[in-house]
C-alpha cells in the first residue's frame, strides 16, 4: 500500500510541478524598441514654451504601460503603442506601451498584475473598484501630479465630476468622458413590433408594453417576447446607489429626498417583480431567465427573443444593431438621470507605478490630443480603420476588415476622451454633440458628487452581496414569486445586517451635504 | 561509537538513491507547499497592496466575522461536508462496483472498450458538462422537460428554481463524472491479487459470489482506506465547477448548491478584499487538517497497520 502510495505522489508531483510555469506576460517590453526612433526635434515643446509652460521634453526617458480590455493581438498593440509613443516622445520623452487584454479575464489580470508587482502605470477599469482600490492601496493618488503634470486634466474636467473620483479629500482618478447619464428603456426587433400592428407610439412605462409583449407572443410563438442577459434584466429606475453596495436614494430625481432607504424593500421594486413574475406565468419572458448565461442581444440576434431591457443613450440604436443584427426600436420609461455611479469607467495610475507623474502626464496627453487619443482608440490607419469622410471626421473599417478579424478592436467609451475622437461609420455624424446634450439634460442627483467608504462595514456589505446574488436575478426576472421570495430576502438581508449598511451611508451623506450646501 | 557511526554511513550509503528520489518532491513541497504558509498572516491583516505584506496593519480575527456574520456559515459548512461525504460513500461503493464487474469480464476487448466509455466523463470539462445537464433540464428545449415528462403525461418542472432535486442531481453527475477515474486505481488492485487464491477458493467450492466476497474486497480494503483517508483530507474542499458552473449559478438553488468556495467566490469576486479571502482558505484548511487526524485516529483504533501516521 505503501508503493502505491508513493507511486501516486510521484504522479501528482510531476503533473503539478509544471503547471506554474505557464505563465509569463509577454508584450511589456514591446513599446521599449521604439525609444531610439525619434530625437529631440521638437516643434511642439518649443510652442509650448512660448505658452509659459515647462519643456518636459527633456525628463529622463521613461515608459509608461497602459493597460485596457479589448481581444487586441499583441503585435498590432505594439504597432499602436510605437505610434502613440512618436507623439509623446517628442514631447514628454515618453514612450507608451498598450496592453490589451480580452473583457472575461480582464479583472483578474488586473488583480494579477496588481499583486504581483509588475510594472504597470496606468489601468482602465470600472467604478465597482473604485473605494475598494482605495482602501487597499491597489491605486495611487494622483492629486499631487495634477498641478503639474496634468494640469489640463485640472481645467477640463468639471468639480463635480472629480468630486465622484475623490476619497477622503482626494482625487484618485480620472473619469472617462463619455456619456454619463442614463435612462432605462426596453428595445425590441422593429421588423416583429410593425407585423404586431399594436400602436407602440405611446409606451412611457414598462407596464404600457404588455399589449405590445402580448401581440408579440400571439403573432410569433416560437419567439420569447422578453429575453434576459447572462441571468439579469435590468431593473426600470431612477435610484442612486450613492457610489456602489446596497442603500439608495429610492427616487434621484427628488432632489428634496435624501433618505438612504433599501431598494428592494420599496414598492417600486415589489411592483417591478411583481409584474415580472405575472409575465413569466403568462409565457411572455423566457423560462429559466435567471440562469440564462448568454448576452440578450445574441439571443435577438438568433431569432429566440423578441425584445430586452436595457440602458438608453444616443446612438443606442446603432450600438444594439451592431450585435443583433436587426433593426431596433428603443422605449424609453425613465427620466435621463445621473449619479456618482454613472461615472462609470474610470482611469487609475497602480501603486506599482515607478514614476506616477509621468502617467499622469500621459492621461494628460491622450485625454486632450485628438491625434493621440485617434491612435489609441482606433489604432493604424489603414490597418485597423480608414477615414471614410475627411470633412465630417467619419471613420469605418478598411476594406476586409470588420469586428471579427480586426487585430486592434475599436472601443471609444473606454479611452479617456471619447469625444475628440473621430466618429464611426453608422453612428449619428454629431455623436459626440448628442451626447453632450445628453449629459447637459439629466436629472442631477442631489448625491452627485457624494461617494461612499464601505471600509466600516465590509462584514456586512459582504454578506449581503451573498444575500443578493442568491435572490436579485430571480426576483429581478419573474422567474421565482415574489409572494414568498420577496419576504424571505429582506428578512434574510436584515439578518446579514443590510441596516448597518444604510446608517453608515446615511451618516456619511449626512455630513457631506452639511458641508457642500 | 564508532561502530554506530559506520552503521549509520552504511544505512545511508544503503538508502542514498532513494532520498535522491525524494529531493525533487520535497523541494517542490517546500517551495509550493510550506513557504506559501507565510500568506496565512493576510488573513488576520487589513492587507493594503501598497505596504505590503509585512507592512499592512494587523486587525486580529476581523476579517473572520463575514463568514460567521449570518446562518450561512452553517449552511456552507454543511452544504460542504455532506456532499463529500454523499462523494465518497456513493463514489466508493459504485467506483468498486464497477471494477469488481470489470474484472470479470474476460473478452479484452469489451474490457477496454468499457474502460474507455466510463473514463470519458472524466476527461471532459465542467462546464461542458454544465451543459449537457442544462440539455437535459431546461424548460425551453430540454430533454426531461420536452420529451420525457409529457410522455409520462407529467407536467414540467422548472429545474433551475427548484431546490429540492439538486442534491441528487449534483451526486449524480459527481459519480458519472468521477466513476472513470476512481476505478481505475481500483480495478489496479484487482488485477494485482494472487491469482493463486481464487483458484485454491474455487477448488473449496466458492461461487462468484463468495470470491467478491471474501478474497476479492479483503484485498481492496488497503486501497479503500488510503483513497478514503485522502478523500476526507480534501472533505473540506468542494469542486468549484460542480457547484457553480453546472447550476448555473441559479439564486433558487444557493441554499443546496452553496458550498464554502461558491461562496467566497461570489461574495468576495467584486469585493476584491484579498484578507477576507484569505481568512475562508484558513478556515477551511483548519478543519479540512483537524478532519484528517480525526479521520487517521478512528482507523489507527480500528485497523492500525492501515493508518496514515
Known amino acids: 500500500m505503501k508503493r502505491f502510495l508513493a507511486a501516486a505522489l510521484a504522479t501528482s508531483i510531476c503533473v503539478t510541478a509544471f503547471a506554474g510555469c505557464g505563465n509569463n506576460n509577454n508584450g511589456s517590453s514591446a513599446a521599449s524598441a521604439s525609444k531610439n526612433e525619434s530625437s529631440a526635434v521638437s516643434t511642439s515643446s518649443t ?35 510605437e505610434a502613440a509613443s512618436k507623439i ?24 494579477l498584475m496588481l499583486s504581483s508587482g509588475e510594472k504597470l502605470d496606468v489601468l482602465y477599469n470600472n467604478r465597482d473598484i473604485f473605494v475598494s482600490a482605495v482602501n487597499n492601496g491597489q491605486i495611487v493618488p494622483m492629486e499631487e501630479y495634477l498641478s503639474e503634470y496634468g494640469p489640463d486634466l485640472l481645467t477640463e474636467i468639471p468639480e463635480e465630476r472629480w468630486a465622484c473620483t475623490s476619497l477622503n479629500g482626494k482625487k484618485y482618478a480620472v473619469p472617462a468622458n463619455k456619456e454619463i447619464a442614463v435612462s432605462w428603456g426596453f428595445a425590441c426587433v422593429k421588423e416583429m413590433a410593425d407585423a404586431t400592428g399594436v400602436d407602440y407610439s405611446n409606451i412611457k412605462t414598462e407596464d404600457d408594453l404588455l399589449p405590445l409583449l402580448e401581440a408579440a407572443k400571439e403573432k410569433f410563438p416560437d419567439v420569447w417576447p422578453v429575453v434576459a442577459s447572462y441571468g439579469g434584466m435590468s431593473i426600470m429606475n431612477t435610484a442612486d446607489d450613492l457610489g456602489a453596495d446596497i442603500g439608495s436614494l429610492e427616487d434621484c430625481t427628488n432632489p428634496d429626498d435624501t433618505t438612504v432607504v433599501n431598494f428592494f424593500a420599496t414598492d417600486t421594486y415589489k411592483d417591478i417583480v411583481e409584474r415580472r413574475y405575472a409575465w413569466t406565468q403568462k409565457g411572455l419572458i423566457i423560462p429559466d431567465a435567471s440562469s440564462t448565461s448568454e448576452d440578450s442581444s445574441a439571443q435577438i440576434a438568433a431569432g429566440k427573443g423578441f425584445g430586452m431591457f436595457t440602458n438608453t443613450k444616443p446612438g443606442i440604436e446603432g450600438e444594439l444593431e451592431k450585435k443583433t443584427t436587426k433593426e431596433m426600436l428603443v422605449f424609453t420609461l425613465t427620466p435621463v438621470y445621473t449619479s456618482t455611479t454613472r461615472l462609470d469607467i474610470l482611469w487609475y495610475i497602480a501603486h506599482n507605478s515607478e514614476k506616477p507623474e509621468r502617467a499622469v502626464q500621459v492621461l494628460n496627453e491622450i485625454y486632450t490630443n485628438p491625434e493621440l487619443e485617434n491612435i489609441c482608440i482606433n489604432g493604424i490607419e489603414g490597418k485597423h480603420f ?37 466618429t464611426w461609420e453608422g453612428d449619428p455624424e454629431d455623436i459626440w454633440q448628442q451626447t453632450s446634450d445628453w449629459n447637459d439634460s439629466a436629472v442631477i442627483s442631489p448625491a452627485m458628487g457624494f461617494s461612499w467608504d464601505n471600509s466600516s462595514v465590509l462584514n456586512q456589505v459582504t454578506a449581503c452581496k451573498n444575500v443578493k446574488s442568491k435572490y436579485e436575478n430571480a426576483l429581478g426576472t419573474g422567474s421565482i414569486d415574489p409572494a414568498t421570495a ?7 438581508l436584515e439578518d446579514a445586517g443590510v441596516n448597518d449598511i444604510i446608517q453608515e451611508k446615511q451618516k456619511q451623506l449626512d455630513a457631506w451635504l452639511a458641508s457642500n450646501s | ?25 520535497a523541494v517542490y513541497l517546500i517551495i509550493n507547499n510550506y513557504i506559501p504558509m507565510a500568506g496565512i498572516s493576510i488573513a488576520f491583516e487589513q492587507f493594503n497592496y501598497s505596504k505590503g505584506m509585512w507592512g499592512s496593519p494587523f486587525i486580529g480575527l476581523k476579517n473572520f466575522e463575514f463568514l460567521f456574520k449570518t446562518k450561512d456559515a452553517w449552511i456552507i459548512t454543511r452544504n460542504t461536508i455532506l456532499y463529500n461525504v454523499a ?3 456513493l463514489g466508493t461503493v459504485f467506483a468498486i462496483a464497477v471494477a469488481v464487474l470489470l474484472n470479470e469480464i474476460h473478452s479484452s476487448r469489451a474490457k477496454k472498450l468499457y474502460q474507455t466509455t466510463i473514463l470519458v466523463p472524466f476527461l471532459i470539462s465542467i462546464v461542458v458538462v454544465s451543459y449537457l445537464v442544462y440539455a437535459f433540464l431546461s424548460s425551453d428545449s430540454g430533454f426531461i ?21 439538486w442534491p441528487f442531481i449534483l451526486i449524480l453527475v459527481n459519480i458519472w463524472k468521477g466513476l472513470g477515474y476512481n476505478c481505475i486505481i481500483y480495478y489496479a488492485t484487482l488485477v494485482g491479487i494472487d491469482r493463486g487464491y481464487y483458484e485454491a477458493a474455487v ?68 469585493l476584491n478584499n484579498i484578507s477576507m479571502a484569505s481568512a475562508a482558505g484558513v478556515y477551511q484548511s483548519l478543519i479540512g487538517f483537524l478532519l484528517v487526524l480525526v479521520a487517521n485516529f478512528v482507523v489507527k483504533k480500528l485497523s492500525a497497520e492501515n493508518a496514515l501516521f
Open chain 2, 145 to 165: 422537460n420536452k420529451t420525457l415528462l409529457p410522455a409520462l403525461g407529467k407536467e414540467p418542472i422548472s429545474w433551475y428554481t427548484s431546490a429540492q432535486y
Open chain 2, 203 to 270: 477448488i473449496d467450492g466458492a461461487n462468484r459470489w463468495q470470491q467478491i466476497l471474501h478474497i476479492t474486497l479483503p484485498a481492496l480494503k488497503p486501497t479503500i482506506i488510503t483513497l478514503t483517508l485522502m478523500a476526507i483530507g480534501k472533505i473540506f474542499y468542494s469542486d468549484f465547477g460542480l457547484f457553480y458552473q453546472v447550476p448555473m449559478n441559479s439564486g433558487p438553488l444557493l441554499d443546496v448548491t452553496n458550498t464554502i468556495d461558491t461562496y467566497v467566490y461570489r461574495g468576495l469576486m467584486s
Open chain 1, 47 to 81: 510652442a509650448s514654451a512660448a505658452t509659459g509652460e515647462t519643456d518636459f521634453s527633456t525628463q529622463d526617458p521613461y515608459t509608461v504601460k497602459l493597460l485596457i480590455p479589448g481581444d487586441a493581438k499583441t503585435e498590432d498593440c505594439k504597432e499602436v503603442s
Open chain 2, 1 to 25: 561509537m564508532i561502530k554506530q557511526k559506520k552503521s549509520l554511513g552504511r544505512k545511508l550509503k544503503a538508502y542514498l538513491p532513494l532520498y535522491l528520489m525524494m529531493v525533487p518532491g
Open chain 1, 88 to 111: 509623446l516622445q517628442e514631447k514628454y520623452n515618453t514612450t507608451l506601451d498598450i496592453t490589451r487584454v480580452g473583457f472575461g479575464s480582464y479583472p483578474d489580470q488586473v488583480n
Open chain 1, 486 to 492: 420577496l419576504p424571505a430576502f429582506l428578512q434574510e
Open chain 1, 386 to 422: 480608414e477615414i471614410k469622410d475627411e470633412s465630417k471626421g467619419i471613420v469605418g473599417y478598411p476594406e476586409g476588415v470588420d469586428g471579427t478579424n480586426t487585430g486592434y478592436p475599436s472601443y471609444p467609451w473606454a479611452w479617456p476622451n471619447e469625444m475628440i475622437s473621430y
Open chain 2, 87 to 89: 462523494f465518497i460513500v
